[in-house]
Structure formats: structure tokens, C-alpha cells
């Protein structure tokens, strides 16, 4: 099962606090998440067997790291890699400093992220450690080398999706297209199993449920609403077949949402609603 151990920093708030929680959500390894100051997550996985593990996206060196060097003197983990999601500095403008701390480990993300050694190639695997399976899953869009990591163990699922998908919602299209987003969420993500977790880059879903109930109405959404007014945090919680019920953006033949954008054709719908959104 995974261990979560968090440490929370208030967004845009000088004043920081912090607390560890362990609990377990799937997968026979263990998990810690972080938020940063601007609400982005950074995650640690690891192969219980080996040890091994890797650092997705540790933007925030001053705060990841520390957890990073108890966990490495402790012996707790075998520090194998950095992956990242995406080039924006919050997801890999930390890893130069990361290397400096902790030395020569790989970088393995999209071809523009910092200090980047490896890009895979779409649906090319890999493992962490002797049981996690890790699967490239290339999705273009918010940035050209944007790319979400599908984990299997065993029969537990869990996918990191960066700013291409959030909880209820999904990322801007800097560098893409609303056909490039389509295909991402509704051609790539959502012939993952139902039952994967998501973990996306940033924490996001009180704003984006703000959005869902203006362009679809139905239990999934009332649902989500009160899950994120009652969390701070939403990672994980909610599976690729959840967001089908409640993502705007992945139910675009939806007849609400065709009618709350007056848009029928599913490239268009999307583009309406990331400009709706991009309006709120």
C-alpha cells in the first residue's frame, strides 16, 4: 500500500506549517506528497522491496529537499531519479538544485525541462525499483512536452498528470490546441482504467468546481463540490472514472454542455470551455 507523508505550505502565504500524515491508498509502495507555496504537488515514489524511488517534480528544493535527505539518511529510500510532468519551472525548475544536493541522478521528463537526460517515448515503460511499472504517456498541450506517467502495481493504478489534467478541470492550452487537449484528455487519459488515481500538479478543484456548476449540473459534480469545500487536498481521492462524471472537459457531448456552450462538435466544445474558464 502507499504511505502518504505530507508537508503543507499555505499558497501565497509567507507563513508556512507543516504535518506528516501516514495513511495508505493503493499500491504495494510508498507515496509522499507535497504542496508548495503556489499549490503545486510534488510526489516521491517508492518501490517498498527495493527502496527505490523518485521525485516527480520537486520545483521547491528548499522545502522537498529536506524530506528527501531524512528519508535518503535514514535509509528509508534509494533515490533512483527525477521525473518531471512538464518545463514550467514550478514542476521542474528545481531540479538542477536537487542534483546539486543529491548528485548525478537522471532527469527523465519532456526534452525541454531542466537538466533533462531522458525523454521516453510515448507508451514507452519502465520500472521503479522490482514492481512498479511506469508508462510514458506523451499529451501535448498545456506545453509541447507535456507528459503524464501512468504506475501500475499489481492491480492498483495511479496516474500523474501535471497540468494537463486537474480534479474537475484541466490545464491552459499555452502551447497547444483545444484538438491537442481532446485527444490528451479524451483519447489518451481516458482509455486508462476507471479505477486510476489522479494526481495532478497543482490543487485547483475549488476553483474548478466553481466553473463545473456554471456549465453542468448532475450528483457527480454536487458531489466533488462538497468533497473540496470539506479537503484541502484532493489528490488521489478521485479516480480517471470519476472525472468522466464530473469533467467538463471530458464530457463534451454532454448535452449541458453543448447547450452551455453553444458548441456541439467536441473540438469546439472544448475550446469554448477553456475560454470560458480562462474568463471566470
Not at 29 to 37: D, M
Not at 194 to 214: A, I, Q, R
Request: charged share 25%; glycine share 8%; proline share 4%.
Amino acid at each position: 500500500m502507499i504511505r502518504v507523508m505530507l508537508i503543507a505550505v499555505e499558497a501565497f502565504i509567507a507563513t508556512r506549517y507543516a504535518h506528516s500524515v501516514d495513511s495508505y491508498v493503493g499500491l504495494n509502495s510508498a507515496f509522499w506528497t507535497g504542496v508548495g507555496t503556489s499549490n503545486n504537488y510534488a510526489y516521491l515514489v517508492v518501490d517498498d522491496q527495493s527502496r527505490d524511488a523518485v521525485i516527480i517534480d520537486p520545483a521547491n528544493p528548499p522545502e522537498v529537499g529536506p524530506v528527501l535527505k531524512e528519508q535518503i539518511d535514514s535509509g528509508k529510500i534509494n533515490l533512483t531519479a527525477i521525473i518531471n510532468t512538464h518545463k514550467h519551472w514550478d514542476h521542474a525548475g528545481g531540479n538542477t538544485k536537487i542534483l546539486d544536493q543529491f548528485g548525478g541522478l537522471p532527469v527523465i521528463g519532456g526534452s525541454e525541462c531542466e537538466a533533462v537526460t531522458r525523454t521516453p517515448e510515448h507508451n514507452e515503460t519502465f520500472k521503479i525499483g522490482k514492481t512498479i511499472s511506469v508508462r510514458a504517456l506523451h499529451t501535448p498541450c498545456h506545453t509541447q512536452d507535456s507528459i503524464c506517467w501512468f504506475l501500475e502495481d499489481g492491480d492498483d493504478r495511479v496516474v500523474f498528470t501535471g497540468d494537463t489534467l486537474f480534479i474537475g478541470g484541466c490545464g491552459r492550452f499555452f502551447e497547444g490546441t483545444a484538438e491537442e487537449m481532446h485527444k490528451a484528455l479524451n483519447d489518451i487519459l481516458a482509455s486508462l482504467p476507471d479505477d486510476t488515481k489522479v494526481y495532478p500538479g497543482h490543487e485547483y478543484t475549488k476553483s474548478n468546481v466553481k466553473f463545473l456548476t456554471t456549465v453542468l449540473q448532475n450528483d457527480a459534480v454536487k458531489n466533488l463540490e462538497s468533497f473540496a469545500e470539506n479537503n484541502r487536498e484532493t489528490q488521489g481521492k478521485f479516480t480517471i472514472g470519476d472525472e468522466k462524471k464530473y469533467n467538463a472537459f471530458m464530457r463534451l457531448e454532454d448535452p449541458s454542455v453543448q447547450k452551455a456552450t453553444g458548441k456541439t462538435a467536441p473540438v469546439d466544445v472544448m475550446g469554448k470551455l477553456r475560454e470560458m474558464k480562462n474568463n471566470m
